[in-house]
């Protein structure tokens, strides 16, 4: 069964160093997605992407962060001067949904990667 | 703002049927998703409601009442390997941005 990877499963950072997330979204794919969760806290939407570009972003998706789909098959997230906040746990997730297609035979599952443990000391 | 509620924790046993709500205020609304999520793990998709009713997916279903702003997940027959945190995840326009509740642990005991 097809699944969304990420790596590295735990990264370890100081604070004011940049880190790079990766994700492999699920290959037909064309929705991707950051979340992040701070422990025992909700998920927490950061941004979307389709058609190589960011589709939606969050209040917390300020110019530290960016995206990018390097290729055809990576997605990542780029935190640029990590801060102690950043802490997290942070998913990637991959939707199959089209654009301008109605209710019907549209999936609204999105598929979650077992996510990257970032810790900023 | 947008906000999705839901009771922060819910107690029941073996083979019991439990429901849990969520109230939501958003700008704008194309659906309510529900997912799963064990300790350690990552969200999985349960269910997705776009209009009216009850969708039905084996031991879970989930309700939707647009007008009321409210939706339900109505677990049957638990397991223990329901001990989960379930969360809400209303969409506000379509497919690029989700906002989640704060989640409902459930502890499911023998």
């Known amino acids: 069964e097809p699944e969304v990877t990420q790596t590295p499963s735990h990264q370890v950072t100081q604070m004011g160093q940049e880190v790079i997330l990766r994700c492999v979204p699920i290959?037909?794919?064309?929705?991707f997605y950051w979340y992040r969760q701070i422990l025992g806290q909700k998920v927490e939407f950061l941004v979307s992407?389709?058609?190589?570009?960011?589709?939606?972003k969050s209040e917390i998706f300020d110019d530290q962060f960016s995206v990018e789909r390097p290729d055809g098959s990576n997605f990542t997230l780029k935190i640029r001067s990590t801060k102690l906040e950043d802490s997290a746990m942070y998913f990637c997730?991959?939707?199959?949904?089209?654009?301008?297609?109605?209710?019907?035979?549209?999936?609204?599952?999105?598929?979650f990667g077992p996510g990257t443990r970032l810790t900023v000391t | 703002g947008q906000s999705l509620e839901q009771p922060s924790e819910v107690t029941a046993v073996e083979g019991a049927i439990v429901q849990i709500n969520c109230t939501y205020q958003t700008s704008g609304f194309y659906g309510l998703s529900w997912y799963q999520q064990h300790d350690g793990g990552a969200p999985t998709f349960l269910s997705y409601?776009?209009?009216?009713g009850l969708e039905e997916t084996g031991r879970f279903s989930s309700f939707l009442s647009r007008s009321d702003s409210y939706g339900y997940l109505l677990l049957q027959e638990l397991q223990m390997k329901d001990s989960a945190s379930y969360f809400c995840a209303a969409s506000p326009g379509g497919f690029n941005k989700f906002y989640f509740g704060s989640g409902t642990k459930l502890n499911v005991k023998p």
């Open positions: 409601n776009a209009l009216d």
């Open positions: 997730a991959s939707s199959a949904h089209l654009r301008g297609q109605g209710i019907s035979g549209v999936s609204y599952e999105q598929y």
């Open positions: 290959s037909n794919h064309l929705y």
């Open positions: 992407f389709y058609n190589n570009e960011i589709s939606e």
